[in-house]
């Protein structure tokens, strides 16, 4: 399944180390799908993204604000400042 512009998806929010926050899933609805493009912030860290990772931009909201970011897929493990697709509640 490939994500669209305006699709809505999960981002991971990072937690603290110590625990304090955990890493929750977050609402968050794409707003780009640039083409062949890497995680800005994990470009040197690439090859450690699963190959057919997709990257996206997207609208982040959390429940005190939004935030904007260029985000890797990760359906597995679900590390923090990736998206994934939302799990089934059923
Ligand atoms: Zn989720």
Aim: aromatic share 8%; net charge negative.
């Amino acid at each position: 399944m490939k994500p669209s512009v305006g699709r809505v998806v999960h981002y991971r929010s990072f937690g603290t180390p110590v625990g304090e926050y955990a890493s929750e899933c977050r609402a968050a609805i794409v707003a780009g799908v640039p083409e062949g493009a890497l995680p800005v912030a994990d470009a040197e860290r690439a090859q450690e993204w699963d190959s057919d990772a997709v990257v996206v931009d997207l609208a982040v909201l959390n429940p005190t604000g939004l935030f904007f970011d260029r985000c890797p897929q990760s359906e597995d493990n679900h590390r923090g400042g990736t998206w994934h697709w939302p799990e089934r509640t059923d």
